[in-house]
């Protein structure tokens, strides 16, 4: 094992790590030269981006898609300038209609993201939506209804646990017999 302390170690750990960061982005490069047509060259997507449908995604200037996104496209997605994708990001254009009886339908909407949009890390964004100009999806959205321009999308998570019907309404039956004592 080399060690780190050791100035031809270090410089070989370095330049290792050098080597795979320039595989990497010459695989993204491949990739998206050869899957997305319909993309601007000085846009950026990670090779482990999964894309269904790559003739229905069209792709504006100086865009970077993170890693593991999945781009979905049974219908038309079309990213504006200047959008940020972060990792693990899925935009799916294609559903299925729950309202009716199995086996359930297919259904899909276009997408339209925004100039300036920025999406941040496990989000999900579904069909039917419009992305506004400079907006931010903030990590972990599920977005199912359109964003205005220059505003915030955020989740704050909460846990809620519901009560068992019995406890319930034993609690409730205690309360109102309180009431009826004062």
């Given at each position: 094992m ?16 050098g080597?795979a ?71 799916e254009t294609g ?6 009886t ?13 100039d ?5 890390a496990n989000?999900t ?18 977005v ?11 989740v704050?998570?909460r846990?809620?646990?519901?009560r068992?019907?019995s ?16």
């Amino acid at each position: 094992m080399l060690c780190v302390d050791n100035p031809v170690g270090r410089a070989l750990i370095l330049s290792f790590f050098g080597l795979a960061s320039l595989i990497d982005r010459a695989l993204s490069l491949l990739f998206f030269l050869a899957v997305l047509k319909h993309a601007d060259r000085t846009s950026f997507c990670h090779w482990s981006t999964q894309v269904k449908c790559p003739e229905n995604i069209k792709i504006g200037r100086q865009v970077t898609i993170g890693n593991r996104c999945v781009l979905g496209a049974k219908e038309p997605i079309t990213i504006g300038d200047y959008v940020r994708i972060g990792r693990n990001v899925t935009i799916e254009t294609g559903g299925l209609l729950a309202d009716e009886t199995p086996p359930y339908r297919h259904t899909a909407k276009p997408i339209r993201i925004e100039d300036g949009a920025i999406i941040y890390a496990n989000s999900t964004v579904l069909g039917g939506v419009t992305i506004g100009k400079y907006s931010i999806v903030s990590a972990g959205c599920v977005v199912t209804k359109d964003v205005p321009p220059f505003s915030l999308v955020a989740v704050a998570r909460r846990q809620e646990i519901q009560r068992r019907p019995s406890v319930r309404r034993l609690l409730e039956g205690s309360a109102a017999a309180d009431e009826k004592r004062s």
